[in-house]
């Protein structure tokens, strides 16, 4: 069986974590590129969260490659309040320590990996092997955790913007690597 290839992409620098906050200046520097950094790596098709700073993170590759960028509400950011917190990172580890943990308004992280479960087996059963994910911090951490329990939070707080991970699947097994710099 041939392995399938599943490059995980957190968004570009963008101005906020609001859903409609679009890439920063440099942002849209650093999704240009993204388009040399995949040259060579082979790519069928790029799903992307609905959030405006994942597609803008995902449109000059889609362009360079003639692909769609697919809108996936599972790959949306995984909202924690409904409310603003000041004390946001300290709660936010709170969720890592407790997956059920969900603040007024907010999504657990046990429901997060339930969307990310969703998805990976929809791209798992997929004809395509190579497949661009352009999702966010907390959200592609429980990706990746989906497939390694060691990722949580300190993971998530190392993140940059962009960063990229390759996720090759084969025969059961996932090799996580970051190939981002």
């Not at 309040?81 to 997956?99: I, P, Q």
Request: net charge negative.
């Amino acid at each position: 069986m041939t392995a399938k290839h599943l490059y995980l992409v957190r968004h570009c620098q963008a101005h906020g974590q609001e859903v409609s906050a679009s890439l920063t200046e440099v942002g849209f520097q650093q999704a240009e590129r993204l388009v040399s950094f995949f040259e060579g790596k082979k790519i069928d098709r790029i799903l992307s969260s609905p959030f405006r700073r994942a597609i803008q993170t995902a449109g000059p590759l889609a362009a360079a490659r003639g692909l769609e960028i697919e809108r996936d509400d599972r790959l949306a950011e995984r909202v924690m309040s409904g409310t603003d917190m000041a004390d946001w990172k300290e709660k936010l580890k709170e969720t890592f320590d407790d997956f059920s943990l969900a603040f007024d308004g907010g999504e657990s992280n046990e429901s997060g990996i339930k969307r990310v479960s969703s998805l990976i087996c929809d791209l798992l059963a997929a004809e395509e092997m190579h497949l661009v994910l352009v999702s966010h911090g907390n959200l592609s951490a429980l990706l990746l955790r989906f497939f390694e329990e060691s990722y949580g939070y300190d993971h998530m707080m190392k993140m940059s913007n962009p960063d990229v991970f390759h996720i090759e699947l084969n025969e059961g097994k996932a090799n996580i690597r970051r190939i981002w710099s």
